[in-house]
């Protein structure tokens, strides 16, 4: 907990960069929340911000452990991570496999996400700006046509095939209009306030039994079905072979003044 | 079928469970002489009396009866596995299972017992899942209480309040999707009497897939969300895949046996009009609950739904077991089989008796049989080969296959086949008569020989058997009705 305390305040006596390099920045906009409270689809603004090209590897997350031993796996707590926290690595500064060097990261608690971030001077995107960035059509993928229907027949044949014993390396699968790479297709990702569809009684979300057939901005969006309900099972220390994260950070003042 | 189960299989110290036994059999014998105390002293939530693992049984095959008389606690583990299987021949599906099978496997126990559910996710599955055990009355049927990611284990206990036969199935969003990829399974909650002793028990669930390429194109097939919104399949099947319960997996039983069907219906979407070919069910419990209804031919099972089935069989034979929405069965693959062997009884189904001409209009019909018509011409070989190549498509390519390859393990192959070609009767006794449950070689290896007689002509046999021996690498004379003819007389 310390460590993280003096992170955090390191990070604040950082100068930003103003084009955050590995990053894209993703123009605003106007989105329709999957997830809706009311009779109609509501709308929310987005704001400009930065967005990992790729989701971390297991290289980059090698560094982070490196600079930060509280997160070597023989010392992590339980509280901040599960026990099979990197448990695909051979030790705990030894990714293994040299060809997982360029795999996104995954086994990985949202506290041990959370904290690389930071370490990187950002933050873990909020699932609503998680959600505008991965909605944007692919440009190309498998000589495919780049329409929202075709991404999400895409994605859901991804979740069709079992995943490899050592994941593809990121930016293997497709880049969108945003530039961003494997937003579907390679692994989940963590989100800031994944756990923000609980309910605030901690009682049973939106998605079971009653399934999902209302409250919902699409029904036949099975894609989104599943990211939501994945979500929706996970705590903040549970680590899963294919849910992986990438990181994002706000547009600094003077950037949005130039714009 | 109906197993005594010895306790000390089960728990450790039986001796001063044994006693508390007896208390209650005493304890329950007296209620029943008191008019005005309630017939039983447990009541649906009386405190378990020992615990153990639940067997639990992959389809066909169903777990022995529990027999307690009390209520126990049992203990279910359940694991979710993702992996591609065969859903047809040269077709894979990635299935989502319970326990690695369609359907999972079943779990049986008794009512008024406390059930102790372990749901586990394995590491490496992509989705989040969950279990709705409609033998549940709380929230979700379980589905809430047990929502777990990959890698992990959920645990949650119920009550079995109700009898029955009840359908479990995945309940995460999308909940259709989960359904349709194959996760369903029964749970079977024994009345405390126990149901009825039977010769065989048997479990049999059917279920739709909805895949990208139309039925039979083969591959890896992923899920087609359009077709499942449309409530269109390309395959209904018993048993998780075609031929999931024909050929070697198969139901078997003999001639007498009284046999029980635990029939599912996982849907996601269908209705099934459940029918034995050339069964009455005797006895049928509708919708896996109490009612009883007697003398039954089709009997609707609903998507989520159960019906136990019962009946004896008198005649030996290959008894197809279909969705008599019957399209279903002859193209989607919705067809199992029962064979039962055993002794004929002409009293109750003779078989064909003759073959006759029918002339309308002419009241005197002429046999067709070799004492009165005259010898059937010889004809040449490309006119039988001809002949023989479509009645073989219509009669026999949908098990032995167009390649004449057969299915490796179950249906034996009639290219390059030993068995065929070497026989003195070139075939013809196998046509006539059909193959009754005998285990043959062929080729060196070993099937279960399971051929229905098909009750066709001199005629056709002889078509038949003049393509099966001129295809696939095949070589022979052709074959002419009078050898038939001759072999059907002997």
Not at chain 2, 62 to 77: D, N
Not at chain 2, 120 to 136: E, F, G, Q, T
Not at chain 2, 276 to 281: A, E, L, P
Request: aromatic content about 10%.
């Amino acid at each position: 907990m310390k460590t993280l305390v003096a992170l955090s305040l390191l990070c604040c006596s950082m100068r930003l960069p103003a084009q955050p390099s590995g990053m894209v920045r993703i123009p605003g906009g106007v989105f329709t929340p999957f997830l809706q409270t009311g009779a109609r689809p509501s709308k929310i603004t987005v704001a400009d911000f930065y967005l990992d090209k790729h989701a971390v590897t297991n290289a980059e997350f090698l560094q982070f452990v490196r600079a930060n031993p509280s997160w070597k796996r023989s010392c992590v707590t339980r509280i901040f991570a599960d026990s099979n926290y990197l448990q695909h690595w051979a030790g705990d500064l030894d990714i293994g496999d040299p060809r997982a060097a360029n795999s996104p990261v995954t086994n990985i608690s949202w506290f041990a996400a959370d904290a690389y971030c930071r370490w990187k001077g950002n933050r873990l995107p909020t699932m609503t700006e998680w959600e505008y960035a991965a909605g944007a059509a692919p440009v190309h993928y498998k000589g495919r046509a780049n329409t929202r229907h075709d991404l999400s027949r895409l994605i859901l044949e991804w979740y069709d095939h079992p995943a490899p014993s050592i994941l593809p390396p990121v930016m293997s699968t497709y880049r969108n209009s945003f530039g961003l790479y494997d937003m579907h297709g390679l692994v989940w990702e963590w989100v800031e306030d994944f756990n923000s569809i609980l309910p605030a009684n901690g009682g049973p979300g939106p998605f079971v039994c009653g399934a999902g057939s209302i409250g919902t901005a699409n029904k036949e969006d099975y894609a989104a079905y599943m990211r939501f309900a994945l979500r929706q099972s996970l705590r903040a220390e549970y680590t899963v072979r294919t849910l992986g994260f990438r990181c994002a950070r706000d547009i600094a003042p003077r950037d949005i003044v130039k714009k | 079928m109906k197993k005594a189960h010895n306790p000390q299989r089960f728990r450790p110290g039986a001796a001063g469970h044994a006693f508390i036994t007896l208390a209650t059999v005493v304890f329950l014998s007296a209620g029943c002489n008191d008019a005005v105390a309630p017939a039983n002293f447990l009541t649906d939530t009386t405190s378990a009396f020992g615990e153990y693992n639940a067997e639990l049984a992959h389809a066909p095959s169903v777990p022995p009866a529990p027999t307690f008389g009390h209520p126990e606690k049992v203990i279910v583990h359940l694991e979710v596995v993702e992996k591609v299987m065969q859903l047809a021949d040269g077709v894979n599906y990635t299935y989502w299972t319970f326990g690695g099978s369609v359907p999972g496997p079943m779990i049986r126990v008794t009512a008024g017992d406390e059930v102790e559910m372990h749901l586990s996710n394995d590491p490496n599955n992509k989705m989040p899942h969950n279990i709705d055990l409609h033998a549940v009355c709380g929230p979700g049927g379980g589905a809430e209480a047990t929502l777990t990611v990959p890698g992990h284990t959920s645990i949650f206990s119920f009550r079995a309040l109700k009898p029955g036969l009840y359908v479990y199935h995945c309940a995460t969003a999308p909940v259709g999707m989960h359904i349709a990829n194959g996760m369903y399974g029964m749970i079977l909650v024994d009345p405390k009497e126990g149901y009825p002793a039977v010769d065989k028990e048997f479990y049999l669930m059917q279920g739709e897939f909805y895949t990208k390429g139309k039925n039979g194109q083969p591959g890896l097939q992923p899920f087609d969300m359009d077709k499942a919104i449309k409530e269109q399949p390309e395959y209904v099947v018993f048993n998780g895949s075609v031929g999931g319960a024909t050929g070697t997996h198969a139901l078997r039983a003999k001639v007498g046996d009284r046999i029980r069907i635990f029939v599912g219906n996982g849907g996601p979407n269908l209705v099934s009009s459940f029918h034995i070919i050339g069964q009455i069910f005797d006895r049928v419990y509708e919708e896996g609950g109490n009612e009883v209804h007697e003398n039954i031919q089709t009997t609707v099972i609903p998507a989520g739904g159960s019906a136990i089935v019962e009946f004896t069989c008198r005649e030996p034979g290959v008894y197809s077991i279909v969705d008599h929405s019957i399209f279903r069965a002859f193209n989607k693959g919705a067809l199992a089989q029962l064979v039962v062997t055993g002794p004929a009884d002409k009293t109750v189904y003779s078989g064909k008796i003759k073959d006759e001409l029918f002339q309308p209009g002419n009241p005197v019909a002429q046999s067709d049989e070799e004492t009165a018509g005259p010898p059937a011409p010889d004809l040449p070989e490309e006119v039988r080969y001809k002949s023989g190549h479509q009645l073989f498509d219509m009669n026999c390519s949908a098990c032995h296959q167009n390649s004449g390859l057969g299915m490796p393990g179950a249906i034996p192959p009639l290219a390059k086949s030993d068995f065929l070609m070497n026989r003195s009767d070139k075939g013809i006794g196998v046509l006539l008569n059909g193959i009754d449950g005998e285990a043959i070689s062929v080729n060196g290896k070993p099937f279960q020989g399971v051929m229905p007689n098909l009750h066709l002509s001199d005629q056709q046999i002889a078509d038949i058997l003049t393509y099966v021996r001129n295809s696939w690498g095949n070589k022979s004379p052709v074959i002419q009705e009078k050898e038939v003819r001759k072999i059907r007389n002997q």
